[in-house]
């Protein structure tokens, strides 16, 4: 197994987030992402590398006081199963902790990794209502996966939605 360090990433990352996100974009696994996008995100995003090589990416969204996303998690497929995605997630979480995160969402077809991880499937009503009102104006679409609204729903089949609470 080739050595990988994991490090928060650079604007110069994005180009190879990118290449990397395109593969599982054509097989619908995840949605695109343009450039503008990701290079707005890039102090949300950390990378594994290997020999000079992204082989790995993962961002951590805040989305309310105590709760943020994991989101844009992928693994080269020549590095899955070598414990790059569990380095990824653990350093979203030890950022997640440093920001005063107590809860963090994902969206996955990948529910036993992530149930390995500690996280569960939510149910329906996740936040207060008052909560809820003031997440249906962020406009972003992660947000809304996680309220699972109906006009999202079309993009997520399939997924699950699945939280874990901190310690």
Same mark, same amino acid.
């Given at each position: 197994?080739?050595?990988?360090?994991?490090?928060?990433?650079?604007?110069?990352? *994005?180009?190879?987030?990118?290449?990397?996100?395109?593969? @599982?974009?054509?097989?619908?696994?995840?949605? &695109?992402? =343009?450039?503008?996008?990701?290079?707005?995100?890039? /102090?949300?995003?950390?990378?594994?590398?290997?020999? $000079?090589?992204? *082989?790995?990416? &993962?961002?951590?969204? %805040?989305?309310?006081? =105590? @709760? $943020?996303?994991?989101?844009?998690? @992928?693994?080269?497929?020549?590095?899955?199963? !070598?414990?790059?995605?569990?380095?990824?997630?653990?350093?979203?979480?030890?950022?997640?902790?440093?920001? $005063? @995160?107590?809860?963090?969402?994902?969206?996955?077809?990948?529910?036993?990794?992530?149930?390995?991880?500690?996280?569960?499937?939510?149910?329906? /009503?996740?936040?207060?209502?008052?909560?809820?009102?003031?997440?249906?104006?962020? &406009?972003?679409? $992660?947000?809304?996966?996680?309220?699972?609204?109906?006009? %999202?729903?079309?993009?997520?089949? &399939?997924?699950?939605?699945?939280?874990? !609470?901190?310690?």
């Amino acid at each position: 197994m080739t050595e990988y360090t994991v490090r928060a990433a650079r604007s110069t990352d *994005i180009t190879g987030i990118h290449a990397l996100l395109e593969p @599982l974009v054509e097989r619908r696994i995840l949605l &695109g992402k =343009d450039l503008a996008v990701l290079y707005g995100a890039v /102090q949300e995003f950390v990378v594994a590398e290997s020999e $000079g090589q992204l *082989i790995a990416c &993962g961002a951590l969204h %805040v989305m309310w006081e =105590d @709760l $943020g996303e994991v989101r844009t998690l @992928l693994v080269r497929d020549d590095f899955l199963r !070598h414990g790059v995605g569990k380095a990824i997630v653990d350093e979203l979480e030890i950022r997640a902790r440093e920001l $005063g @995160l107590s809860r963090l969402f994902c969206l996955t077809f990948e529910t036993a990794f992530f149930t390995r991880r500690g996280y569960a499937p939510i149910g329906e /009503q996740v936040v207060d209502a008052d909560v809820y009102s003031q997440l249906l104006r962020s &406009g972003d679409a $992660g947000v809304e996966e996680f309220l699972d609204l109906a006009h %999202v729903k079309p993009n997520t089949l &399939g997924n699950t939605r699945m939280i874990k !609470h901190l310690n």
